[in-house]
DNA sequence: GTCTATAGACGGATAGAC
DNA sequence: GTCTATCCGTCTATAGAC
C-alpha cells in the first residue's frame, strides 16, 4: 500500500474528491472508472494514485471525511438531548431527532456537497462490495453504540432485538427519503414538493409512528431481564 | 439487438438466470462478469450471449421472471381483498399488507430462489444504472397505479402526496428488512432472529404504525381534519 | 507534484467450426 | 446449441521524464 499525501495539494485532492463523490452517486462505484473521475476534476490520471494510491483507498476516503463530520454532529445532537434530560432517559423521539435530524441536515446541505453525498450514503448502505461494508460499520460502530445504549434505557419494556429491528426499518426509510425520486423512479414525476423541511417533517412523522406502533405478537422466549433502568 | 431464443435449451437458460441471480445479489451487476457467470453455472462463455444477447438483456431477464410472477401476485392479493369488502374502500392495512406481505412470502421462498431474488431486488431499488431504473419502473407501473389508487380511496382525507411519500418510506423499510444483516452489517450479530415469519409481524407493525402517523405539521391548504392517516 | 506513456489484466462480444 | 479462439476496448496502476 502506497503512502497518502494528506497535507500536500489540498486544491486537486479535495477536487477528485468532490468529482468521485458526485459520479460514484450518478454511477456507483464500479461503473465509475478512475479516468471519469480525473476528466471532471480537470486533474491528471495519475493524480488520484499520488495521493490515495488505490480506487479503494479513494472510495473510502470519499466516505470518511463526510461520515466523520456527520456522526460528530449525530453524538453531539445526542449528548446535548442528553444534558437537556438532566439524567432522565431521554424520550425515544429526542433520539431519534438526533440520529435523522442530522442525516437531513447534511442531506439539505446543497452548497457543500452533503446533498450529494447523504444520497451516496443511502444506496450505499445496501452496498454488496465487501470492503465497503467493512468500514462503514467501522466508522459507525461508536454512534451505534450510543444511540442504542439510549434507546435501550429510553425504552426499557421493549425487547431489544424489536429495538434493534425498528431501527434498521427507520434506515431503510430514510434511505429512500433522501433518495426521493432519483432512485426509483416507481413515482416519477409525482413528488411534487422537495422542500426539505417538509421532508423533515413527513419523515420524522412517519419514523416515530413506526418506532411507537404495537409490539408484534410474537410468541416471546422468555428472555431473562430485558428491563434495564439504567 | 440480437434475437432471444425463449424456448429453446430451457435447462442451460435457466442455469445461467440462477447463476446471474446469485452472483448480482453477492457482488452486484457491474462487479460480475460474464465468466463468472458461465463457470458458475458450468455453462460456455458463449451461452450467454447466444441465449440473451447482451449482459443486459440478461440482467433484465432475470428481473422479467421474477418481478412478473411478484406482481401478478400482489395484483391477485389486493384484488381478493377489494373482493372481500364488497364495495367498501379496502382498509389501508389490507392494502399494505397485499403489496408487502407478497413481497415477504417471496423473501422466505428459500427453495426457488426466491429469497436471493428479493435480496437483489432490495438494492436494486437504489440502484444507480440508467436502464435498471427505466425497466423496474416499467414493470411496476401497473401495480403502483392499482395500489395508489386503493389508498387513495382508502385514505380520502390524506392528501395524495402524503400517501405517496410514505408508501415510498414503506419500501424502503421492507428493502432494508429484507436485506437484512446482510447489507448493513451495522447491527451484525446482533440480529438471533430471523425467523420470516416474525420478520413479518416486527415489519407490518412498523409499517402501519409510520402509517397511521400524525401527519406532518406543513402549512397545508386547509383540509379538513387530517389528524390520522388510517 | 504533475505529466506522458504504457504495462498488464480483464471486460463484453463475436466469428466460425462442429 | 455448443464450443474454441480471438478481437478490441477499457480498466487500474506504475514507471520515469520534467
Known amino acids: 500500500m502506497r503512502e497518502t499525501h494528506h497535507r500536500q495539494a489540498p486544491e486537486t485532492r479535495e477536487r477528485i474528491l468532490d468529482a468521485a463523490e458526485g459520479l460514484f452517486m450518478a454511477h456507483g462505484f464500479e461503473a465509475t472508472s478512475m479516468r471519469m473521475i480525473t476528466s471532471t476534476a480537470h486533474v491528471n490520471l495519475a493524480a488520484v494514485n499520488y495521493h490515495f494510491g488505490t480506487k479503494d483507498a479513494l472510495i473510502h476516503e470519499v466516505f470518511r471525511r463526510r461520515l466523520h463530520d456527520l456522526n460528530r454532529r449525530r453524538l453531539a445532537a445526542l449528548s446535548n438531548a442528553e444534558l437537556a434530560a438532566n439524567g432522565a432517559p431521554v424520550k425515544p423521539s429526542r433520539i431519534v431527532e438526533a440520529f435523522f435530524g442530522e442525516s437531513l441536515k447534511m442531506a439539505a446541505d446543497t452548497e457543500h456537497g452533503g446533498a450529494v453525498f447523504m444520497r451516496l450514503l443511502g444506496r450505499t448502505y445496501t452496498e454488496p ?100 433502568a439504567a
Open 129 to 228: 462490495n465487501e470492503f465497503v461494508r467493512k468500514f462503514l460499520a467501522e466508522e459507525y460502530s461508536e454512534v451505534v453504540e450510543r444511540f442504542m445504549g439510549a434507546l435501550y434505557r429510553a425504552l426499557p419494556d421493549v425487547p431489544r432485538e424489536e429495538i434493534l429491528w425498528r431501527f434498521h426499518f427507520m434506515m431503510g426509510a430514510m434511505s429512500f427519503a433522501i433518495a426521493g425520486t432519483d432512485a426509483l423512479q416507481l413515482f416519477a414525476g409525482e413528488f411534487d414538493d422537495k422542500d426539505p423541511a417538509k421532508l423533515m417533517e413527513r419523515l420524522m412523522s412517519f419514523l416515530l409512528g413506526g418506532l411507537r406502533g404495537p409490539l408484534p405478537n410474537l410468541q416471546a422466549p422468555a428472555r431473562d431481564d430485558q428491563r434495564d
